[in-house]
């Protein structure tokens, strides 16, 4: 591949890479800071630098281009660094959740097939006791190691496994369709799914942004480096040469004084979060002036709580809908389509959305329809599971590969779609996908429960929030709350069950599938 000089010439090429990206922005600017975090910042020549060591560290200890390189930690300047010198090393960065189970955990590392883990004392403990083939870099400990933090054989220390701060990696020739990144979309006990991004989609993230005035932006993140969320901003900012700005775990009052003092301009929050600092007393005492970019996505949004934002919040709002796996994606400019806020918008520039019946037919503009979508931002395939990635694909009659969104939507005269329901049931809860099934075959596990249904049910606090039902065994003698309290010991964090609910029987179709709406249906007639 031929480099580019700059910066602006990259970007106006049809493909480069994010590491050639960040290294001209070293050159043209790298006294702007890059990443900050709670204990400081870096700047561009720095994480240059920095990604450059670990991309050299990574082939000395002949961890091969295509290769998965695991992060199990919180996001901080060493985590980008490591993230980004991981691709350009030519390997596979490969985030995973820290709420996970352990057992999740070490089954997402052992999917992946990740040699090395970057790991962080506050996060050591997910993978206490779990076997792993794979080594084990310990980011920097503040103030030494904590007497609780476990030891794991043949640990190095992130300072002593790094390269020399002279390294130079040997160059790798990056293919557009070379895996980026693997994002798992199930932090489960079950069988999580690797979705395979390429670098063609992150181009595609990074340059179709270009009205959206990330090289000037100071961007405020604040979800998780493991969520493709998060990605769609933290990437298109350093691929522009901006500030990104790790907020941590996230507080209403911290969050919106920390935009304050780092004068933000863009920030990615799920509606969870707007919600929460929307509803502190004294928001509109803040100056949040120099905000131009607000977005928000993964989760449902309220038309009350968009209008809420457009009006006290300045800059423009913009909802996208799409998926991790790629497929297609809409958006909503909210505040140009004060008319619209029920809806997700429309289909992006290059982005095609169709809608099919249960047959795989088009249906009619104005009738509902699973929702498919291509682009040029789509998944490579679920990692090593090819039945899995053509259940998840459909195709057109010219052979046009499309991928099931597994929503049910109506687009409107206008082009704008309203989504209806979920054809897959999925669970949105703080920003954080929710597997029914996953959350189902923890609770079959117990020796009481005969039968299980695990539903997702409105939240104020959370969006939706993941409600089970369960068939008692004839034997059994555990009650309802000492049930839940077992399954939510074996759940993620993120995944726990809200409530547990016993049924003589669960609703069933003829052909055995549970009729998971007269389950919501009959939670909505109990709370009339």
Known sequence: MRRMTTAADMLATGFATLPDLIRAHAVERGDRTAVADAQGSIDYRTLDAMMDRVAAALQRDGVVHGTAVAIVAA???????????????????????????RAAIAAMIADSGAPVVFLDAENAWALEGQLLTARIVLFPREGGSPAWAPAFAGEQSFDAWIAPSDAKPTPVEVAPEDAFNIIYSSGTTGTPKGIVQSHA???????????????????????????????????????????VVLVGKFDARAYIELAQRYRATHTMLVPVQYQRIMALPDFDSFDLSTFRFKTSTSAPFSAALKADVVAR???????FYGMTEGGASCALNATANPTKLHTV?????????????????????GEMGEVVGRSPAMMNGYHGRSEATRDAEWHDADGNRYIRHGDVGRFDEDGFLTLMDRKKDLIISGGFNIYPSDLEAVLAQHPAVADCAVIGVPSEAWGETPVGFYVPRADAIEDAASILAWANGQLGKTQRLSALHIADELPRSAIGKVLKRELRDRLAGAAA
């Open 313 to 319: 919040w300045p800059g423009v709002l913009v909802e």
């Open 201 to 243: 989609m992150r181009w595609a993230h990074v340059s179709r942004n270009t009205a959206a005035g990330f090289d000037t932006a100071v961007t405020m993140i604040a979800t998780p480096l493991y969520s493709n969320t998060t990605l769609v901003s933290f990437l298109p900012t350093l691929g522009w040469g901006g500030t």
């Open 75 to 101: 996001p901080t300047t060493d985590y980008a660094a490591v993230f980004l010198g991981a691709v350009r090393a030519g390997c596979v960065a490969t985030p995973i959740a820290p709420s996970a189970t």
């Open 345 to 365: 918008g429309q289909p992006m520039p290059g982005h095609e959305i169709r809608l099919i019946d249960d047959d795989g037919v088009e249906v009619a503009r």
